[in-house]
T-cell receptor, first 113, second 113 residues
Framework: AQKITQTQPGMFVQEKEAVTLDCTYD???????LFWYKQPSSGEMIFLIY??????QNATEGRYSLNFQKARKSANLVISASQLGDSAMYFC??????????FGTGTSLTVIP | DVKVTQSSRYLVKRTGEKVFLECVQD?????MFWYRQDPGLGLRLIYF???????EKGDIPEGYSVSREKKERFSLILESASTNQTSMYLC????????????FGPGTRLTVT
């Protein structure tokens, strides 16, 4: 079965600190993709970062990096130097065979000044 | 810029009404998706379409149907709306290339009374 698990319903981080949002996945497909999206209170879904199952290097996009541990089936999002504008809901998602996407339940991040 | 538009931001309907939610994308994407988002449950896939007139059931298709007569338009239909279909509905599209993310519309908040 394809599944994404985010075990942290809510997280707090001090401004300028780094934070890690956890994501584990379950799939038997050899080829898959992992995505992180941000959803601010305005509601739009913003794509942050992508990691392919065959990628050797961890993906990075500015202050975002994806800590991909294939053997552990984890794809944690690391946000460095948190900013107030990072306060939002964060979703981990997996694209599996057949182009279906599976989403986690999300983590609500609050950045404290 | 890819643009995904949804016909309404807010919609209020009565129980038993037939409801149409429209989604249009302007980037010639092959894949289109309909999700519902509920607090604590994340995004759950209702239906997706990988090409014109092609559709696949997602995780929660019961009570919904879809139509894709043209590549740019994907409609979600609630044949007989019920109160448990009160939710945020998100449409997304993406091209076929495996590493590409989904692009989301702004969402439709549907209330069924």
């Amino acid at each position: 079965a394809q599944k994404i698990t985010q075990t942290q319903p809510g997280m707090f981080v001090q401004e300028k600190e780094a934070v890690t949002l956890d994501c584990t996945y379950d799939t038997s497909d050899p080829s898959y993709g992992l995505f992180w999206y941000k959803q601010p209170s305005s509601g739009e879904m913003i794509f942050l970062i992508y990691q392919g199952s065959y990628d050797q290097q961890n993906a990075t996009e500015g202050r975002y990096s994806l800590n991909f541990q294939k053997a552990r089936k984890s794809a944690n999002l690391v946000i460095s130097a948190s900013q107030l504008g990072d306060s939002a809901m964060y979703f981990c998602a997996m694209r599996a065979t057949g182009n279906q996407f599976y989403f986690g339940t999300g983590t609500s991040l609050t950045v404290i000044p | 810029d890819v643009k995904v538009t949804q016909s309404s931001r807010y919609l209020v309907k009565r129980t038993g009404e037939k409801v149409f939610l429209e989604c249009v994308q302007d980037m010639d994407h092959e894949n289109m998706f309909w999700y519902r988002q509920d607090p604590g449950l994340g995004l759950r896939l209702i239906y997706f379409s990988y090409d014109v007139k092609m559709k696949e059931k997602g995780d929660i298709p019961e009570g919904y149907s879809v139509s894709r007569e043209k590549k740019e338009r994907f409609s979600l239909i609630l044949e007989s709306a019920s109160t448990n279909q009160t939710s945020m509905y998100l449409c997304a599209s993406r091209p076929l290339r495996v590493s590409r993310e989904q692009y989301f519309g702004p969402g439709t908040r549907l209330t069924v009374t």
